[in-house]
């Protein structure tokens, strides 16, 4: 055995694999690989996804909020008004007055969106109880948002 030889030791270069027929090289250029270009396509991908989501969430939130009145009370709403046509109960905030000044054309645009809003929400509550009336085949089933429209000389049915 030649002493100057290491046994153990094995050029890559000229290695062939399994009868493959080919050197080390040759086979580790063919091996498919992500390359570090695609790795950080992908990470703009997500944080691109994320920052779309984290947008829609903030948009929702903040249109929750935006409304200057709200039909139920909390801790944004806190002040009591009623409409001057159908007296009906809403609630706005503390700066309702600087916005809307009582008695100008746009306390007048705000008082009618405010009715629109309720009739429409009340229409809607109103359609589930009549189909809830009907499917209970019951003729005393109670309705009182339909009721409600009705004092108001309003026909829950009309579009």
């Known amino acids: 055995m030649d002493r100057g ?20 090289e040759d086979f580790k250029t063919t091996i498919p690989r992500a390359s570090i270009k695609d790795h950080i396509l992908g990470i703009y991908a997500f944080l691109g996804l ?34 001057d046509q159908y007296g009906i109960e809403f609630y706005v905030k503390s700066d309702i ?36 009336k009907w499917q209970s085949v019951d003729p005393n089933y109670p309705t009182p948002e339909c009721d409600k429209l009705q004092l108001m000389g309003i026909n829950p049915t009309d579009p």
């Open 5 to 24: 030889k290491n046994e153990c030791s094995v050029n890559h270069k000229n290695q062939k694999f399994n009868n493959f027929n080919a050197s080390y």
């Open 50 to 83: 994320l920052l779309v989501i984290g947008f829609m969430f903030w948009v929702i939130f903040f249109l929750e909020y935006i409304n200057p009145y709200s039909f139920q009370r909390d801790e944004t709403y806190k002040i009591c008004m009623k409409t």
């Open 97 to 132: 007055d600087k916005k809307y000044p009582a008695g100008t054309a746009a306390r007048v645009e705000f008082e009618k969106n405010v009715i629109k809003d309720y009739i429409e929400e009340n229409k809607d509550d109103c359609h589930y109880e009549l189909w809830w």
